[in-house]
């Protein structure tokens, strides 16, 4: 006969209760209960079966985080503080990769297999406010980040994109620059991070009534850094001037700035450059990159709270919250001399 | 009573199977089929229970990635590699990290979680030879160096050729006085390990005997460690004309404070790097490095693991893939390639 839940309780000396906490592996077990428990289940050969368990309470303890790819530097670090905070309150993270392909975000949240996880973070880069009907039929409790979104029947969490790139364009204009490249825009996008962004630039320039010149709004379709040197290789040889660039993220700006210095162009004496996102790469590039730390392990945990608040009542319906994270200027070198 | 699979194929007109390869987002189907299916689901309000099917078959679709962590981008990248692998085959991947400590890993190699997965892909951290026992049955493809008695299958990469060939590399440009930046007291079987004898077997076939104060040795493998070792070999005072970096990260985070001490690289200092991430190429200079096969690695290591959850407790021999690796020379060596990728014109001068 299989060994039970109920037999390991009994030789570990302790409730059943204790015994599923340990199974499930749920912190704030005291360290003596879960090695009495871990020993009775290894003596009696217990081998608790997750589905089966599954099946009995519907939950799984697995949420699934659905991003864009973890070549992003962005998406990786975002990532990992999702799952460190998950694992914080005793969750897994099942990692799903889009690709930023539409059909493939929205067969990901359509499909029957979010019945296998307990919850879904998404965070979409091309589905957008015309899709809402597709969230609204997903059953499975979800938060979604990023900006693709609003107006969704789910809790959001996301950064101050405008924000923060209005102060990112603010430190420029304070340090004198006065050409300034709004760099990685997406022409036309009113929804998504690069429209976002681009209001915050256009916002900054107003207040300092600095002239908007479309010449200096630089579209970049994939923000990478191959992208970000492509791009700033063909402004160069277009002989655009400019004295400073708002990249709409820190890997763009990495790669424009190797293109930079390829050409000789000091930064940030020539050039002052700020990105976003304060990836760990930007502390240690020649010169260091400025950028807008935008509260990435808020968003995660945020994120996880709001999701197991929803797992948790999910007989309940109360509406949507929206948190908007902290965000921070951090000053590097390749701002940091005022200009001449 | 409720809908069962039968209904949902009934009503699209298909196969259960293939009713059963839409449920399990198995590539291959056409989106019409796939259209018609997901309607007769949602018609008919079928849910498939996937604890309920992982019952039935004893299998769920999952695999999980045990790695150390993922700000780590050699292993971010690697992550991409096997979740694009797993997927093209039908699986999904529970990333877990184990950075933490030897407990950490143990907990969750052990823990009932992995219970929940068909099998797991595993690279090790703390764990070595004497832990094989602790390790837990079921199908596992260990990703890295044979530390477990030989008793798994692994895929790893040219640990001790790769790095010899990277200093080779050094040696070839005429540098004498090398440093190995990143190196581990307490890894005896690891990569750390690895990667020390081939830059040793490099300098002795060059005639160039040991220098054990050029061995610097690091607590993890991130930027700022690469960047603390060597703070304290500029520190100490030693005369150094190249850095062999056990990987890339800890190259990138040792260039800047080379630049920062007003070394110039290559001219002062030619320095390589180890695993050819994907934010070398945009360095200043570009990173010379080692291309460790990364994506030969994820395929491999997940085309194993499919054939032992297919044929569990089977008897066969484990066997051991090593991916191929290349030297790729850049700018921190003073190779002649002045220029980023996506590049038209020729380069000026740096």
Request: charged letters at 25%; glycine letters at 8%.
């Amino acid at each position: 006969m299989a060994t039970t839940l109920h037999d390991v309780a009994k030789l570990a000396g302790v409730s059943a209760k204790t015994v599923s906490n340990v199974v499930n592996d749920y912190p704030h077990i005291k360290q003596a209960t879960k090695e009495r428990v871990l020993a009775a289940i290894a003596e009696l050969g217990y081998r608790p079966n997750l589905s089966a368990r599954g099946l009995r309470s519907g939950r799984s303890g697995v949420i699934s985080l659905i991003i864009p790819d973890l070549r992003n530097s962005y998406f990786a670090e975002l990532a990992d503080a999702v799952m460190h905070a998950a694992a914080q309150r005793g969750l897994y993270v099942l990692i799903e990769q889009t690709g930023g392909d539409r059909e493939r975000e929205a067969a990901l949240v359509r499909g029957p297999r979010t019945q296998l996880v307990d919850g879904i973070l998404y965070s979409a880069l091309e589905l957008g406010e015309e899709d809402v009907d597709i969230l609204a039929e997903v059953r499975t409790p979800m938060v979604l980040l990023g900006e693709r979104i609003f107006n969704a029947p789910n809790d959001h969490v996301t950064m101050q994109n405008t924000e923060g790139v209005r102060a990112a364009t603010e430190h420029l204009i304070a340090s004198g620059r006065r050409r300034i490249v709004a760099f990685g825009a997406h022409p036309g996008e009113e929804i998504g991070s690069a429209g976002l962004r681009l209001v915050g630039y256009r916002e900054a320039l107003d207040a300092a009534g600095l002239p908007y010149d479309a010449s200096l709004v630089r579209e970049v379709e994939i923000w990478h850094r191959l992208d970000g040197a492509v791009a700033m290789r063909a402004m160069l040889d277009e002989g655009v001037r400019f004295d400073g660039i708002v990249a709409f993220n820190d890997a763009l700006a990495l790669g424009a700035m190797r293109v930079l210095s390829e050409r000789g162009i000091r930064m940030p004496e020539q050039v002052a450059i700020i990105g976003f996102d304060d990836i760990d790469e930007g502390r240690y590039s020649l010169p260091s990159l400025s950028t807008i730390a935008p509260g990435r392990d808020q968003i995660a945990e945020t994120a996880v709270d709001l999701l197991l608040e929803r797992i948790e009542r999910r007989d309940e319906s109360f509406p949507p919250r929206l948190v908007l994270a902290d965000f921070e200027l951090v000053q590097r070198e390749s701002t940091a001399l005022p200009a001449v | 009573m409720s809908i069962t699979m039968h209904d949902v194929a009934a009503r699209a007109g298909v196969s259960i199977k293939t009713v059963s390869n839409v449920v399990n987002d198995y590539p291959h189907v056409s989106d019409a089929t796939r259209s018609k299916v997901e309607r007769a689901i949602a018609e008919l309000g079928y849910r498939p229970n996937l604890s309920a099917r992982s019952l039935r078959s004893g299998r769920s679709g999952v695999i999980s990635l045990i790695i150390p962590d993922l700000r780590n981008a050699y292993f971010a990248e690697l992550a991409d590699a096997v979740m694009r692998q797993a997927r093209a085959r039908g699986l999904s991947v529970l990333i877990e990290q184990v950075a933490g400590g030897r407990d950490v890993e143990l907990e969750i190699l052990r823990g009932p979680r992995m219970q929940l997965v068909d099998g797991i892909l595993y690279s090790p951290l703390s764990l070595d030879r004497d832990d094989s026992a602790l390790l837990p049955d079921g199908p596992m493809v260990i990703l890295g160096e044979q530390l477990f008695d030989g008793d798994r299958d692994h895929v790893t990469m040219a640990n001790v050729d790769g790095a010899r060939a990277a200093t080779d590399h050094l040696l070839a440009q005429g540098r004498r006085r090398i440093v190995a930046l990143g190196t581990d007291p307490h890894d005896t079987l690891g990569p750390a390990a690895l990667r020390l004898q081939g830059y040793r077997e490099a300098l002795e076939a060059a005639g160039i005997p040991a220098d054990p104060a050029y061995v610097s040795t690091v607590v993890s493998w991130h930027r700022s460690d690469g960047a603390n070792a060597m703070r304290e070999v500029i520190a100490a005072g030693l005369p150094f004309d190249g850095v062999v970096a056990f990987n890339d990260a800890m190259a990138l985070g040792a260039m800047r404070v080379l630049q920062d001490a007003g070394l110039r690289i290559p001219d002062d200092v030619a320095i390589i790097g180890f695993d050819d991430l994907d934010e070398t190429r945009y360095a200043l200079p570009t990173l010379s490095t080692v291309d460790i096969g990364r994506e030969e690695i994820a395929e491999r290591a997940v085309e194993l693991l499919i054939e032992r959850i297919a044929a569990p407790g089977q008897p066969e021999a484990p066997r051991a893939i090593v991916s191929g690796f290349r030297v790729v020379p850049r700018e921190s060596t003073g190779s002649v390639i002045a220029h980023t990728p996506g590049s038209r014109a020729a380069p000026s001068t740096l």
